[in-house]
Structure formats: C-alpha cells, structure tokens
C-alpha cells in the first residue's frame, strides 16, 4: 500500500488501513475528499469522514439492508444529499474491517 497522507491515522481506522498493508493496489490518504481515505484503483471504498464517521462505499441494496438493521446510515457529505452507496458509521472498529473488505470487492467492480 502507498500511503499519500503523513498526518495521523485516525486509531479507530487504523486496524482498517492495517487489513490492506500488503495490497500494492490500495492507497491511503490524498487531498480534500479523499484525504482519510482507502483507495483501490484510484476508487474510494473506506475512509474517515469529516465527522469522525467511518464510511464504505457498497452495493445500495446492501447499505439498505445494514440501515434497515440499524447498523449506521446513508451518508451525507454535507450538502444534504444521501449517497444510496455509501453507509456511515459511528462507535468502535468492531465490523469495520470486514465491512472495509466488502467494499473493497464492490469497489473493485464498479465501473468509473
């Protein structure tokens, strides 16, 4: 993995970015949007938000299901507009790294 951002990882993500420290086509880190975050192929699949929220991109079906359990919520970058892929996160680690895989597999087969 090449890591693009020297600030400190959040520790709370830091497990996450731990899980892809051997995949040379994950990065961490860049500017603005994507400065907290995991990229596969240059695609955003995991990152911290501005909010201190973890946040994956995964199929909408899928973000449906996980906020229908209550496991977290629609993400909203700030303008008031949900992403339908993208679930936000609060609390501790616990399912972040297997959520994190998932997305990295979603990511890895959405078309830009």
Do not use: C, N, Q
């Not at 990882?9 to 731990?18: E, K, L, S, T």
């Amino acid at each position: 993995m090449k890591k693009t951002r020297t600030a400190e990882i959040d520790p709370r993500f830091a497990p996450v970015v731990d899980a892809f420290a051997k995949d040379r086509r994950v990065d961490y880190g860049g500017k603005g949007f994507g400065s907290t975050a995991l990229k596969v192929d240059g695609k955003i699949f995991a990152m911290m938000s501005s909010k201190g929220t973890f946040v994956v991109k995964l199929p909408k079906d899928r973000v449906d299901e996980l906020v229908r359990l209550r496991r977290g919520e629609y993400f909203d970058p700030g303008h008031g507009r949900l992403m339908k892929e993208w679930l936000a996160m609060e609390g501790g680690a616990g399912s972040w790294v297997e959520l994190a895989r998932e997305a990295h597999r979603f990511a890895r087969t959405v078309k830009r």
